[in-house]
């Protein structure tokens, strides 16, 4: 007789639901049919170097205290879903979205977003949560770990906005009571 025990099998079922994830963020509808999403998945050795690359941002960032504790609270973790999108218009012209008054206007302004790139990217992010949460993993959308994936360029130097969901099993939410800044609200 085999006896499998959860805690053996914790990680490759946390990957398992990241996969899962992907499919769930690919398959999102996205405006026009344009897909601009990148999405992967890093194990426990990435996440720590990217854990690393949030302590060295928070040195001199407004920022410092959210980077550190969420450097933290990754560490916690073993395998971590990734999402960004590239800034593209899809050539709508007219939609005024954006806050310019065409796509041509739009295109002088290249770190300005799109409206339906950040749009499809909630959507899609909003579709690989809903994932982990049928499959009962806790789980948090972090946007310092994001932008950190970002300024890493780790999932390619044209995707501007990103953000990453930590995915984890354990008999407590270790992404529920993250301690919030002193200083918020002063």
Same mark, same amino acid.
């Given at each position: ?12 079922? +946390? ?11 690919? %398959? ?8 601009? +999403? ?18 060295? +941002? ?49 295109? +002088? ?60 099993? %354990? ?16």
């Amino acid at each position: 007789m085999t006896i499998i025990f959860e805690e053996n099998i914790r990680t490759s079922n +946390l990957k398992d639901v990241a996969s899962k994830m992907m499919i769930a963020a690919r %398959t999102a509808p996205k405006a026009r049919g344009t897909d601009n +999403l990148a999405i992967a998945i890093v194990e426990k050795e990435e996440i720590t170097k990217i854990a690393a690359a949030m302590l060295k +941002l928070a040195e001199n960032s407004p920022l410092s205290h959210a980077l550190k504790r969420d450097a933290e609270n990754i560490l916690t973790t073993e395998i971590m879903f990734l999402i960004g999108t590239k800034i593209k218009p899809l050539g709508l012209n007219d939609c005024g979205l954006c806050g310019f008054t065409s796509c041509q206007e739009k295109s +002088l302004h290249p770190q300005c977003p799109c409206a339906f790139n950040t749009g499809d990217l909630g959507i899609a992010l909003g579709a690989a949560v809903s994932v982990a949460l049928e499959h009962r993993v806790d789980n948090r959308i972090m946007f310092t770990v994001g932008k950190t994936v970002q300024k890493l360029g780790l999932l390619g130097n044209e995707v501007k906005i990103c953000f990453a969901v930590p995915l984890s099993a %354990t008999e407590k939410n270790i992404f529920f009571d993250r301690k919030i800044n002193p200083d918020q609200g002063k």
